[in-house]
């Protein structure tokens, strides 16, 4: 079983956005991945992507003008 530590996850309202922050991630060379939303977190959509903390930064400046549409930014263990 894999060690809990402290993430990001970033949530969002609708699946689309889910699949569009993979996709933007990928292509910017930021770490993460899609997990379920966990349980301590609320979500429009049952998916978020979880990437470590330090991650913060680059995630916000690749999200800034594009269409993507957030719910949050939650740092959780997982």
């Known amino acids: 079983m894999r060690e809990k530590t402290m993430k ?7 699946t689309a956005g889910a699949m569009a922050m993979e996709k933007l991630c990928r292509k910017e060379g930021i770490e993460g991945r ?7 977190i609320t979500s429009d959509c049952g ?16 999200v800034e003008g594009r269409d993507i549409d957030l719910a949050g930014y939650h740092e959780v263990m997982v």
């Open 8 to 14: 990001l996850v970033v949530t969002f309202h609708t």
């Open 34 to 40: 899609i997990i379920p939303v966990p349980r301590c």
């Open 47 to 62: 998916m978020a992507w979880c990437a470590p903390l330090e991650a913060r930064g680059d995630i916000e400046r690749a």
